[in-house]
């Protein structure tokens, strides 16, 4: 079992950064794949970013490719997410999820390979 709790989200101006958390309990943090979703009011939930159980392999979304890193540090059992030069259309809850995962490379993106779901966090991005 995996609590997760995002924070960082916060409203900022177009162009501006933020930096996403995301710390998870548990003492089995390296033994997930983690990722970024996030969705938009009357939008579905959609893929930003995820990392490999080991962080060497990342993905990002053509929409964040380019102005956002995804981390982790499995001593302290949280992922993060940089986004810069922000926009409007960025603007939506943000949610971490864990994948319990054999393979230390492996990156999933699909919502229904994630296992846990943190409850998320509202970032706005005004124009």
């Known amino acids: 079992q995996v609590q997760l709790v995002e924070s960082g989200g916060e409203l900022v101006q177009a162009g501006g950064s933020l930096r996403l958390s995301c710390a998870a309990s548990?003492?089995?943090?390296?033994?997930?794949?983690m990722g970024w979703f996030r969705q938009a009011p009357g939008k579905e939930r959609e893929f930003v970013s995820a990392?490999?159980?080991?962080?060497?392999?990342?993905r990002y979304a053509d929409s964040v490719k380019g102005r956002s890193t995804i981390s982790r540090d499995n001593a302290k059992n949280t992922v993060y997410l940089q986004m810069n030069s922000l926009k409007p259309e960025d603007t939506a809850v943000y949610y971490c999820a864990a994948d319990a995962v054999y393979g230390t490379t492996y990156i999933p993106i699909a919502s229904y390979e994630y296992d846990y779901w943190g409850q998320g966090t509202q970032v706005t991005v005004s124009s």
């Open positions: 990392i490999s159980r080991n962080g060497g392999n990342t």
């Open positions: 548990g003492r089995t943090f390296s033994s997930y794949a």
